[in-house]
């Protein structure tokens, strides 16, 4: 429990690419063998690929006016 509680405490950390190697490659294993710990994960991996995407976009002129 200790190792799910560890890998979703530091989620955003993990995303953010702000953990040491090491520790981003235990994430990562213990993320690829727990189920109910990869789904946050996918979820947060997911909703930010959307709000960048979104974003990206650039204003249309007329509402820049």
């Known amino acids: 429990m200790s ?12 995303l953010d690419g702000g ?3 090491a520790k981003r490659a235990a994430i990562q294993h213990h993320l690829d063998s727990c189920q109910p ?5 996918d979820f947060e991996a997911e909703l930010r690929l959307v709000i960048r995407k979104k974003c990206a976009e650039t ?3 007329s509402l820049m006016a």
């Open 59 to 61: 204003v249309p002129e």
């Open 37 to 41: 710990c990869a789904e946050p994960y």
């Open 19 to 21: 953990l040491t190697d």
């Open 3 to 14: 190792d799910c509680n560890d890998a979703l405490h530091q989620l955003y950390e993990f």
